[in-house]
């Protein structure tokens, strides 16, 4: 398997608060120039959920472009509920993006059989592949390792963003024991 370095980066943004495309160039490129493989766009540190849709419609059309030849592009989709998720899934899918990066809903605090049917219905409602994002800090929710197991079975779930306890990490694309 090979390994990938994919940072998660900031979003910038000018004076009115729409895409500093100058900004997200120079980001960008010192990724690329540092032996980042990949980014992570538009997640939690990405202002996300604070970005109005044009602008976060900006931010992943101009990363696109920019990103062209160099390393992948992630999207942070993650929202307050399926339907405002699955809203900004069907928005990024018009580009050519490597795949969505969805967290819990950080609104509602659902159980682990909860969440293993909500990821598994994005899974399926996405043409794009998508990972997992365990943000327990800002969700109030964890991801347990049994329900990323249960996960990581669907086809359209390629791997997650960890952001909790380094010591609940583990691969889960080897053997299982």
């Known amino acids: ?3 990938s370095l994919i940072s998660a980066i900031c979003t910038p943004l000018t004076e009115d608060d729409s ?7 120079a980001h960008l490129e010192d990724q690329w120039r540092n032996g980042i493989h990949g980014v992570l766009i538009g997640g939690t540190m990405g202002l996300m959920q604070l970005l109005d849709d ?3 419609g900006d931010l992943v059309r101009h990363s696109v472009e920019l990103a062209r030849g160099r390393g992948e592009i992630l999207v942070g989709v993650g929202d307050t509920s399926f339907t405002r998720t699955l809203g900004r899934i069907r928005c990024v899918e018009q ?8 967290l819990a809903p950080f609104f509602f605090q659902l159980e ?7 990821f598994k219905e ?3 409602q996405s043409k794009k ?7 327990p800090q800002r969700t109030r929710t964890n ?3 049994k329900t990323v197991l249960e996960l990581s079975k669907h086809p359209n779930i390629r791997g997650i963003k960890c952001s909790g306890e380094w010591s609940a990490t583990r691969r889960t694309d080897g053997p299982r024991g």
């Open 143 to 145: 991801l347990q390792l």
């Open 1 to 3: 398997m090979v390994s």
């Open 112 to 118: 682990q059989a909860e969440l293993i049917a909500y």
């Open 122 to 124: 994005l899974a399926d």
């Open 129 to 135: 592949p998508l990972y997992l994002y365990d943000l």
């Open 19 to 25: 895409l500093h495309i100058d900004g997200l160039a």
């Open 95 to 102: 580009f050519d993006v490597d795949g969505v990066v969805a």
């Open 54 to 56: 044009a602008t976060y």
